[in-house]
């Protein structure tokens, strides 16, 4: 009896025993994988925060993190008062610091609430890691783990023009459950242990997939319009019925200048406002985009009335041109070019039919701006191959195909060439030679024009210097306007004064100026540097003689349309005088170009013309040809 007794005894113990040390080891086991599981999470939620801590710095700064947070201490409060408000008690350190020269990081933003740094103050950490980061772009988790706590910092590459900038660093600790010596207690305790981890799970869980609905949201929307973004394109295009639509796409009009004239704000400001306009233009089954930089796409829900997209296109352009754009007191003037594909489901795809609706907003462009063009002109497929596009501009600066073409100046004074114009060409991949009339047009107030207007520029100073002959350079309004070529300029001038001598900076008069005084204060500055100006095309526009003056132009180059036939028609010859008139009692000398023939040639000598360029002097050539006076 005993013996069943012991027998009973020793089953209950060691069932109780084993009971125990399942217990022990499930809450172990629950411990470790709690422990993971945080880990995880809070990594995901520190990327979550991350993410939108970049975003809230790119919106207030576009670039040069250090130079604006150094200067604009009001700025960095904003900021810094900005992250803490992402911070819990989980996450209670956010700050963003910088390499400098020497390696080490210093503060830009902290956020934290206690135990901040300074602006500027060096951070000591482990700069392997760091390092290893600040090269990669990408992002870093270093955790420290121990039995009763889980500490580490997440960190976040700042990209700027495709550089780390500076690094995002988002501190996380938690407790986690009693350690194992501390585990064996009574069951009760155990199991309340376990309800409480399972409860915080479930918290973290749902916390978790609130933020993925959040994050869901953010990733298809455009976070300065607030209007769908290509992400949310991408999803939708295999279940949209293209018989049901039409596609719009939109370029709002010489947006570069906008930012270049009143600044990078100004530019956020006028996409916002347009992309209200566009929200209240259209209906509740369209759908409106923000495709890329100042371009919209536009569904238009055209199944019932296929006219209904082309008086919605209509409607937007009226109302774009017509809104009273006011940003810091200046009234800037905005307009849109639109393309309409009324019928895309005669394309093979989604695609497809974007790309018809793109070449029709490029005739918009190309034939004036500010208009809607809904069906394609008979010569479309003809200006396809005619007119090259940006990207192949792009790949013939990769390729290094860009060369310069010098056309000589002929002084009738003394009958020899004096100066050279410089003009642009592509060398295509046959071989062949594209003239800028195939080019320039389409990447027009584009950022390849501007990496385009560098390279002839930095060619045409390097020719100048090592012949130490006059190079002439066509710049336009937005040219003149652009901060990174206006520092290209200055620094090469200021460094040569043999260079500034020997360089003429010709302006189109026929460029649109929005800014007229900006214009005079840019015009100004090259003068400043030693350069002359020289006012390109004269006469074949609105020819502002009150402009003219005001900047003190040293040339007047008159326009081509009338030099041209300037033997056969009394008018433009007329023009022609008068424009030396003007220019001889301006203290300005003249320029005739397309002088094409020896009775142009005479014409224009009889005219007391200071200066003369054209095919009857010399062709446009790779080379500068010599001095020796050309006719006798």
Partial sequence: ????????????????????????????????????????????????????????????????????????????????????????????????????????????????????????????????????????????????????????????????????????????????????????????????????????????????????????????????????????????????????????????????????????????????????????????????????????????????????????????????????????????????????????????NFNDAVKIADQKLYLSKNSGRNKVTSSLVESINKKITETRDIDFVKQAILDDRIICYFQAIYNNKNNKIVKYESLVRIIDIDGSLVLPNSFLPNITYTTIHFKLTQIILNRSFEMALNNNKSISINLNYSDLIDRDIEKFIVKRLRESEKLASLITFEILESEEINNIELFKEKIALLHSLNATISIDDFGSGFSNFRTVLDIEADYLKIDATLIKNIDKNIKDYAVVKNIILFAKDADMKTIAEYVHSKEVFNKLIDLGVDYMQGYYISKPNKNLINEEKLFT
């Fill in 1 to 348: 009896m005993r013996k069943n007794y012991y027998t009973l005894y020793i089953f209950i113990i060691s069932t109780i025993l084993i009971s125990i040390i399942y217990l022990f080891y499930a809450v172990y086991n629950t411990k470790e994988e709690l422990s993971i599981n945080l880990q995880n999470k809070f990594i995901e939620n520190a990327k979550y925060l991350s993410l939108n801590m970049e975003k809230l710095l790119k919106s207030k700064i576009s670039k040069n993190l250090y130079g604006t947070l150094k200067e604009n201490p009001f700025l960095r409060e904003d900021l810094e008062a900005s992250l803490s408000l992402f911070l819990t008690p989980t996450f209670q350190y956010a700050y963003v610091l910088y390499r400098d020269k020497d390696g080490k990081y210093r503060y830009l933003l902290d956020g934290s609430k206690q135990d901040k740094g300074a602006f500027d103050e060096p951070l000591s950490v482990n700069k392997q890691q760091w390092d290893k980061l600040y090269k990669s772009s990408k992002s870093e988790v270093i955790i420290q783990n121990s039995l009763e706590n889980l500490y580490g910092t997440f960190l976040q590459a700042i990209i700027y023009n495709g550089k780390t900038s500076a690094i995002i660093a988002i501190d996380f600790s938690t407790q986690l459950p009693t350690s194992i010596t501390k585990v064996i207690k009574p069951v009760s305790i155990i199991f309340l242990y376990l309800f409480i981890a399972l409860g915080l799970m479930i918290i973290i869980l749902t916390w978790q997939t609130i933020l993925n609905i959040k994050t869901k949201k953010q990733s298809i929307t455009d976070s300065l319009t607030n209007l769908y973004n290509r992400n949310y394109l991408n999803e939708i295009q295999s279940s949209i019925n293209l018989q049901n639509y039409s596609i719009a796409m939109l370029d709002l009009d010489k947006f570069k200048i906008i930012n270049d004239t009143y600044g990078h704000k100004a530019g956020d400001y006028v996409l916002q406002r347009s992309s209200e306009i566009l929200k209240n233009s259209i209906r509740d089954n369209d759908i409106a985009t923000r495709y890329g930089g100042e371009e919209f796409l536009l569904l238009l829900y055209t199944r019932d009335n296929k006219k209904s997209g082309l008086q919605i296109c209509e409607r937007i352009r009226s109302d774009i041109e017509k809104y009273t754009f006011n940003y810091d007191g200046n009234d800037i003037l905005v307009t849109v070019s639109i393309g309409l594909n009324k019928t895309p489901l005669e394309q093979k």
